[in-house]
């Protein structure tokens, strides 16, 4: 799905919208992730003081990526009539472990773990060339 399609799901917009592709892959077993990506070109507003002349992706953009890229997933479960915005409720055992920086392709994989209501929780985690990046478990409400 490229970044079209997906603004159909996102309420987010430029400079906010930090997925550009997402696909939804099933495993054997029937569980779900969706698997994203953005490359990160060295321009992003949230680079410009991240740091002077040495550029990082700040940590809690990697987690907004992993949540944006989950809540591709989320419209599937979604009938159209149910038109809801998710909104960040929790982080959890977020860990970082490798610079992302640019010209990087950032993956960005997240599975939804269980749902209560409305409230969804979620695991994510960022890779650079199968380096692993960053990882959190996160949860979300889904408010209209």
Not at 7 to 27: C, G
Not at 66 to 74: G, S
Request: charged content about 25%.
């Amino acid at each position: 799905m490229n970044k079209e399609k997906i603004k159909i799901i996102l309420p987010h917009r430029e400079p906010m919208l930090l997925v550009e592709e997402s696909n939804i892959v099933t495993a054997e077993d029937g569980t779900q992730k969706a698997v994203g990506s953005y490359t990160v070109k060295g321009d992003e507003w949230f680079l410009q003081g991240h740091f002077p002349g040495n550029p990082v992706v700040p940590g809690v953009i990697l987690c907004e990526m992993m949540a944006q890229n989950c809540c591709v997933l989320l419209a599937e479960r979604q009938t159209e009539n149910a038109l809801t915005t998710p909104m960040f409720t929790g982080l959890n055992n977020v860990k970082f472990r490798n610079p992302v920086l640019p010209g990087d392709k950032i993956i960005i994989e997240s599975e939804i773990t269980r749902a209560n209501g409305i409230f969804f929780f979620a695991k994510g985690e960022i890779r650079v060339d199968d380096k692993r990046c960053a990882s959190a478990d996160f949860s979300f409400a889904t408010v209209k």
